[in-house]
């Protein structure tokens, strides 16, 4: 069985989903619901480790949420009124159990507990001289490193002793950790990956996205800040800010692709941030045609807003099937090269003899941005003219989200033009950076100091990429390219 859909390589994939409760009686079913919520952040394994007030207890799987927490005696073994949980993708390397989050130590404090979504950048440096003191890892995952640096530290206390980790570390993080003290929630001091906050009752909740914090019947109270460090326990919240003011850099393509659409990010609603961008694709980007049509799920609510936008009318021109899933059976090659049309297929009745604006969110690595216009063209439509509602993809990310190598990014091997000659439409639009900032209600990038990390468009990355520029060895690269959230 594939846990991984085998023709939807072509996209980028945020890698993990985090949540946790503090003070719920049925905490663990609350962050299976909430973990549910986050599926789409993380389909390859979940996990949740609970804390009942005496001992740990944590379940971990390969797979969806359902399957693997909707079963009562899984539930009911994971006692308590705390609770953290996690969704993950793999990305290049091993897909093993042992990476699976939570991760969970006995430290001389007692049980630790770890769900971490992001990247840390010197994970392979920090992690040679924790070799070299000692440290003995379980797992291939960066997030280990946390858990040893929290464990050597000389710090008396667990939460200066965490402080004291996270100041060795770069890159990014949004960490949900459970110990018998409490639960610790933070960010790192730019916020390039999310983390919300809420309240169910009496019950705290940190969750990856509101959208979680809705399912379960939370009430959202606030974005743990950047640099923010919360604690929960018996004796209430605290927040600690020990990384002093640094500018945030929250990553943009979440408002583009990651987040769920009726999450509100920074403020903002995500569904009308993309519809926003897609109006301001229709700007920069006019062309004449007969049909709007999306590429589903993700490109329809850019297309919504390019419509509005253009006054050209929207089409549901490709039909997106929802059940060839995660587990579709190992297709033979002549069943893999028809694997577009197992997810999408055209509206031939609708889009024969048209001209159609066809948008979608980004184009990675072009291979099924070529197939989808080659269908269209086969069902009959007259134009293809495709507009894409980020600008192009020519960098890799070192943040917690899957890219493919920069050699294999269409963007960074060819201009606009030879793009559009490869995927063989009729023209081929991105949004401009600056467009895309109007769209989140700035004036323009700052280009001295963008108010987002849009590193995968621009280069521009935030922090220093200490592992990426040491040029390790070969098999180390490999560790890095798996970059587990």
């Known amino acids: 069985m594939l846990t991984t859909h085998p023709f939807d390589d072509d996209?980028?994939?945020?890698?993990?989903?985090?949540?946790?409760?503090?003070?719920?009686?049925?905490?663990?079913?609350?962050?299976?619901?909430?973990?549910?919520?986050?599926?789409?952040?993380?389909?390859?394994?979940?996990?949740?480790?609970?804390?009942?007030?005496?001992?740990?207890?944590?379940?971990?799987?390969?797979?969806?949420?359902?399957g693997n927490f909707d079963r009562d005696e899984i539930i009911r073994r994971l006692a308590g009124q705390t609770a953290i949980g996690h969704v993950r993708y793999s990305t290049a390397g091993e897909t093993a159990l042992r990476n699976v989050q939570p991760l969970f130590a006995e430290l001389s404090s007692g049980g630790f507990a770890v769900a971490h979504n992001g990247n840390i950048s010197n994970a392979l440096k920090l992690r040679r001289e924790l070799n070299r003191r000692g440290s003995i890892f379980q797992s291939t995952s960066d997030t280990e490193v946390i858990i040893h640096l929290v464990a050597t530290s000389t710090y008396r206390t667990l939460i200066d002793r965490f402080i004291d980790a996270l100041k060795h570390v770069e890159g990014a993080y949004s960490l949900v950790c459970l110990t018998s003290e409490g639960m610790i929630a933070c960010r790192d001091p730019l916020g390039i990956r999310p983390l919300v906050m809420g309240r169910?009752?009496?019950?705290?909740?940190?969750?990856?996205?509101?959208?979680?914090?809705?399912?379960?019947?939370?009430?959202?109270?606030?974005?743990?800040?950047?640099?923010?460090?919360?604690?929960?326990?018996?004796?209430?919240?605290?927040?600690?800010?020990?990384?002093?003011?640094?500018?945030?850099?929250?990553?943009?393509?979440?408002?583009?692709?990651?987040?769920?659409?009726?999450?509100?990010?920074?403020?903002?609603?995500?569904?009308?941030?993309?519809?926003?961008?897609?109006?301001?694709?229709?700007?920069?980007?006019?062309?004449?045609?007969?049909?709007?049509?999306?590429?589903?799920?993700?490109?329809?609510?850019?297309?919504?807003?390019?419509?509005?936008?253009?006054?050209?009318?929207?089409?549901l021109g490709i039909i997106r099937s929802h059940y060839v899933g995660r587990?579709?059976?190992?297709?033979?090659?002549?069943?893999?090269?028809?694997?577009?049309?197992?997810?999408?297929?055209?509206?031939?009745?609708?889009?024969?003899?048209?001209?159609?604006?066809?948008?979608?969110?980004?184009?990675?690595?072009?291979?099924?941005?070529?197939?989808?216009?080659?269908?269209?063209?086969?069902?009959?439509?007259?134009?293809?003219?495709?507009?894409?509602?980020?600008?192009?993809?020519?960098?890799?990310?070192?943040?917690?989200?899957?890219t493919p190598e920069r050699a294999k990014l269409l963007a960074a091997q060819m201009s606009v033009a030879q793009m559009n000659e490869y995927i063989r439409a009729d023209s081929l639009g991105f949004i401009s950076i600056d467009g895309l900032y109007r769209a989140l209600g700035e004036e323009m990038r700052e280009e001295t100091q963008p108010q987002y990390c849009d590193a995968c468009f621009t280069g521009a990355y935030p922090t220093r990429l200490t592992d990426h520029e040491d040029q390790a060895e070969p098999d180390q690269l490999a560790m890095l390219a798996e970059r587990y959230g």
């Open 11 to 66: 996209k980028l994939r945020e890698e993990c989903g985090v949540f946790g409760i503090w003070g719920a009686d049925t905490a663990s079913a609350v962050v299976a619901l909430g973990l549910h919520a986050l599926q789409h952040r993380g389909q390859e394994a979940a996990g949740i480790t609970s804390w009942d007030g005496r001992n740990f207890h944590a379940h971990r799987a390969m797979g969806h949420v359902a």
């Open 327 to 402: 587990t579709f059976i190992q297709p033979s090659d002549q069943v893999r090269h028809l694997g577009v049309k197992l997810k999408h297929n055209a509206n031939s009745a609708l889009i024969a003899g048209k001209r159609l604006v066809l948008v979608d969110d980004s184009i990675v690595r072009g291979t099924t941005s070529l197939k989808i216009v080659q269908m269209l063209r086969e069902a009959g439509a007259r134009e293809v003219h495709m507009r894409i509602a980020s600008p192009p993809t020519r960098h890799s990310c070192f943040y917690g989200v899957d």
């Open 200 to 315: 169910l009752g009496d019950a705290y909740i940190f969750a990856s996205e509101t959208v979680a914090l809705d399912v379960v019947g939370a009430t959202f109270i606030r974005s743990v800040e950047p640099g923010e460090l919360i604690i929960v326990s018996d004796q209430g919240l605290r927040s600690h800010r020990p990384f002093g003011d640094v500018r945030p850099r929250p990553c943009i393509f979440e408002h583009i692709y990651f987040s769920r659409p009726d999450s509100v990010l920074d403020g903002a609603s995500v569904y009308s941030v993309r519809k926003a961008i897609g109006a301001e694709l229709a700007r920069e980007n006019p062309v004449e045609a007969d049909y709007v049509v999306p590429v589903p799920d993700s490109g329809v609510p850019a297309a919504i807003g390019y419509a509005q936008e253009s006054g050209i009318p929207f089409e």
